[in-house]
């Protein structure tokens, strides 16, 4: 059974910082294009970042280029997201991804993701 466990949210002041982490057990983050979404109240669900192995790429949305960096720790099949100059347009849930492994493209939709986290609550004040 697939389970990606999120964790390191909370409610930081406008320019902080936090990292969230994301822990696979039941796959190999290896051996999957992993990402990150999220979704603010009344909106859609939408991309935040990409990366993996069927390219070796880090793929970012463009309203969070330059202040978050995805990274992944293979030995402890973990995903992290390190966020820097968070402002209150970033408050949402953010969720851990597993694409599709039928996934060739860069940005996936949520139509392109097989597994979820339960998501992530992350809350920036003005």
């Known amino acids: 059974q697939v389970q990606l466990v999120e964790s390191g949210g909370g409610l930081v002041q406008a320019g902080g910082s936090l990292r969230l982490s994301c822990a696979a057990s039941?796959?190999?983050?290896?051996?999957?294009?992993m990402a990150w979404f999220r979704q603010a109240p009344g909106k859609e669900r939408e991309f935040v970042a990409r990366?993996?192995?069927?390219?070796?790429?880090?793929y970012y949305a463009d309203s969070v280029k330059g202040r978050f960096t995805m990274s992944r720790d293979n030995a402890k099949n973990t995903v992290y997201l390190q966020m820097n100059s968070l402002t209150p347009e970033d408050t949402a849930v953010y969720f851990c991804?597993?694409?599709?492994?039928?996934?060739?493209?860069?940005?996936?939709?949520?139509?392109?993701?097989?597994?979820w986290g339960q998501g992530t609550q992350v809350t920036v004040s003005s």
């Open positions: 990366g993996g192995w069927s390219d070796g790429f880090t």
């Open positions: 991804a597993a694409v599709r492994r039928s996934f060739g493209g860069r940005i996936p939709s949520s139509y392109d993701v097989a597994y």
């Open positions: 039941g796959l190999t983050i290896s051996t999957y294009n």
